[in-house]
């Protein structure tokens, strides 16, 4: 198909869509690359031919044009085949307002869209960058559990015919973060899942607290008709714009001739600038944990337990969980750098890749020197894939030759 070329994949799955025994698969589109509804973000179902081919067929998907980011599959209504959830992304020209998020149900082969009558706040779920189904709650059927940038940890229960409540919370405790991606597996062997999550990481200039979260305004401050961005950390008592006079300048050209040099901009306030009727009818964000680390099961319900310092000097985009050290405990390998970022900020570029032992309540660092890991590039997903009798580290880079990083 010469027109798939206007695609851009951003995820996909596999899925026995007709339970025939093989494998089809299940292609989410995304990006920024086209405008809001062009078909170029309309998901796509291959169906596997049983001789190692796929055709593309849409007659097995409802239509959808949304930008997607993330895809999990499982069996959310009980019926014996797949379902799909379909995490939304950025609402083209938007940012941070989120697409549709979508609930495909499996009838008869066909995925048939059931999100506003199975679950209308997944409509409004927020940006989804990964999502998990896993039994959160111990009652025997699948729940949601998506995760995103300016959103709380939180699930979705299933009344076990795909019938949705939430959001719920997982944990008490303020969860707002820049997550990008969640891992189920059982860290601590009590048959549990936990929850590995990728956040952001320490290793920037932001630093929010539980008091001082950084936040954002969107909204069209400049009034032409396009939406701004504007990011805005505590200093001396008062917000003030992450962003300097320069690179603000720019995109709202206003500010510029309000502050005719860098002194008085740097001395300004959030309110200052963009005044207090602009900011009360923005968009409104917040964020307050950047750590990467793991939700462990507990008998009174989750904790939060944070990565070594050496696991936060980048955002983890990907995990796997694998047995290194003979103890009958999974490990995680996780890794993930950003390197698309503005000149003011930099990229976060400063993962080689991290191996982290699993001593039931707390991880232990391995350094790189002794694990010999090097996945060092953008790297989005990593996952283990067996060769023969070699197995493998199979690790995905943005725009860069894929790596196969051998076990020993």
Request: hydrophobic share 35%.
């Amino acid at each position: 198909m010469k027109e798939e070329q206007q695609y851009e994949t951003v995820d996909v799955a596999s899925i026995d869509l007709n339970n025939d025994g093989y494998l089809d698969l299940y292609v989410v589109d995304g990006g920024a690359h086209k405008p809001k509804g062009d078909l170029a973000y309309t998901d796509r179902v291959y169906m596997n031919n049983k001789n190692g081919s796929f055709t593309y067929d849409p007659s097995r998907l409802q239509a959808r044009v949304t930008n997607g980011s993330s895809v999990e599959v499982g069996d959310l209504d009980g019926d014996g085949d797949s379902d799909v959830f379909v995490g939304g992304h950025i609402d083209f020209g938007r940012y941070p307002i989120n697409d549709a998020s979508v609930l495909l149900i499996n009838e008869e082969g066909v995925l048939i869209d059931h999100s506003k009558e199975n679950a209308n706040s997944f409509l409004s779920i927020g940006l989804v960058d990964d999502v998990v189904f896993s039994d959160v709650d111990q009652d025997g059927d699948l729940d949601i559990l998506p995760v995103g940038e300016w959103n709380h940890l939180q699930y979705w229960e299933n009344d076990g015919n795909a019938k949705f409540n939430g959001p719920l919370a997982i944990i008490e405790e303020q969860t707002k973060g820049m997550w990008k991606s969640i891992h189920a597996v059982d860290l601590n062997k009590d048959g549990k899942d936990d929850y590995v999550l990728g956040n952001l990481g320490l290793n920037n200039k932001y630093r929010p607290k539980n008091d001082q979260p950084l936040k954002l305004y969107a909204n069209d401050f400049d009034k032409n008709s396009s939406f701004d961005v504007v990011l805005a950390k505590p200093f001396n008592g008062n917000y003030v714009p992450v962003r300097g006079k320069e690179c603000t300048s720019e995109k709202m050209p206003f500010v510029s001739r309000k502050f005719k040099d860098y002194h008085s901009f740097a001395s300004a306030s959030l309110m200052d600038i963009y005044g207090s009727k602009s900011l009360e009818s923005s968009n409104q964000f917040e964020s307050y944990v950047f750590e990467n680390g793991v939700l462990l099961s507990s008998k009174s319900g989750y904790d939060f337990v944070s990565f070594p310092i050496n696991a936060q000097i980048a955002p983890v985009l990907d995990v796997v969980a694998i047995d290194v050290d003979g103890d009958d405990l999974e490990d995680l390998i996780v890794g993930g750098n950003i390197f698309d970022a503005e000149v003011e900020t930099v990229r976060h570029d400063a993962s080689n890749g991290h191996v982290l032992l699993n001593k039931k309540d707390h991880f232990e660092y391995v350094y790189p020197k002794k694990t010999g890991l090097e996945i060092a590039s953008n790297v989005k997903h990593i996952s283990i894939i067996n060769i023969g009798k070699e197995r493998f580290l199979l690790v995905g880079n943005n725009n860069n030759v894929q790596q196969f990083v051998k076990f020993n």
